[in-house]
């Protein structure tokens, strides 16, 4: 009898471990699921991310040239106005000593 009962307690006892062992698994499989969606939002946001990384890279670097363009400009414009103002400064040195090279001519 004893072994009997022994055996019917194993078997018992195996009886739970397979339900415990089914419950396991069914929340390994919840977790793996639950993984999948939440490994699928990462992605979808990721893509996301990447897409607006692209759009702002693109806006930089369209923003750099104009700035460029723009430095090139004032620049440009900078050169040119210090040559009119060397021009200005010497002809209007020039002019002054003209006159007073006609003054000095009248008055002597």
């Not at 698994?25 to 992605?43: F, M, T």
């Not at 700035?67 to 002054?96: C, P, R, Y």
């Amino acid at each position: 009898m004893d072994l009997e009962k022994t055996v019917t307690e194993h078997g018992k006892q195996i009886d739970k471990h397979t339900e415990r062992l089914n419950d396991v698994e069914k929340d390994v499989q919840e977790l793996k699921q639950d993984l999948r969606v939440g490994l699928d939002r990462v992605d979808q946001s990721n893509r996301y991310l990447r897409e607006q990384n692209n759009v702002i890279l693109k806006e930089v670097i369209t923003k750099n040239k104009t700035s460029e363009q723009h430095d090139f400009a004032l620049t440009k414009l900078a050169k040119d106005n210090q040559i009119k103002m060397f021009g200005m400064i010497f002809g209007t040195g020039g002019v002054i000593v003209l006159i007073i090279n006609l003054l000095m001519k009248l008055f002597h």
